[in-house]
């Protein structure tokens, strides 16, 4: 079974602090992808990268950064917390866009920023 | 402009009845692919089913279908005999050949009746 790894269930964080989430997955998968999740928003795309070292914007990339080094590891940095960021955390992995594998998906960070 | 539309933000089913969550969308790629996720309220994304657009055939998993009408640009997920553990938060969502990331829907909280 494909599995995607998330460091942290809950986190809380201050206001200003830079914090890491991490992401690892071991199947091998070409493209991975940071999601927040936040009620009545559904699930909104922050960056995905299809290969090491690439990164592309999705739909809400402000205040966030990504890092993809090695294959199996994509972290989502958020460089200056701020409250607007509490939200679920969602990592993904797909070795195609579209296939019947799907995307894979980690057990998610619920993120709160005081 | 790429879109998934789910009309029905709740449900509440009868245990054993069989429930149909509806999904319509909307995109002009020839090429895409339809998927359906469940989430638990545990927050983990679970990959339930695929239909890829140039399957002729409805794609079926254990208890789940997708009643897939081109046509009509539906894709209905069909849950045969509803059980307490299919309680959850379910999610339509297209992968279009022209983009990459996946479009959601704003999902169904789904709710089975002992």
């Known amino acids: 079974d494909v599995k995607v790894t998330q460091s942290s269930r809950y986190l809380v964080k201050r206001t200003g602090e830079k914090v890491f989430l991490e992401c690892v997955q071991d199947m091998d998968h070409e493209n991975m992808f940071w999601y927040r999740q936040d009620p009545g928003l559904g699930l909104r795309l922050i960056y995905f990268?299809?290969?090491?070292?690439?990164?592309e914007k999705g739909d809400i990339p402000e205040g966030y950064s990504v890092s993809r080094e090695k294959k199996e590891r994509f972290s989502l940095i958020l460089e200056s917390a701020s409250t607007n960021q509490t939200s679920m955390y969602l990592c993904?992995?797909?070795?195609?866009?579209?296939?019947?594998?799907?995307?894979?998906f980690g057990s998610g960070t619920r993120l709160t920023v005081v | 402009a790429q879109k998934i539309t789910q009309t029905q933000p709740g449900m509440f089913v009868q245990e054993k009845e069989a429930v149909t969550l509806d999904c319509t969308y909307d995109?002009?790629?020839?090429?895409?692919?339809l998927f359906w996720y469940k989430q638990p309220s545990s927050g983990e994304m679970i990959f339930l089913i695929y239909q890829g657009s140039y399957d002729e055939q409805n794609a079926t998993e254990g208890r789940y279908s997708l009643n897939f009408q081109k046509a009509r640009k539906s894709a209905n997920l069909v849950i045969s005999a509803s059980q307490l553990g299919d309680s959850a938060m379910y999610f339509c969502a297209m992968s279009p050949d022209s983009n990459y990331q996946l479009i959601w829907g704003a999902g169904t909280k789904l709710i089975i009746k002992p």
């Open positions: 990268s299809y290969d090491v070292k690439m990164k």
């Open positions: 995109t002009s790629d020839q090429s895409y692919g």
């Open positions: 993904a992995s797909s070795l195609f866009r579209q296939g019947g594998d799907g995307y894979t």
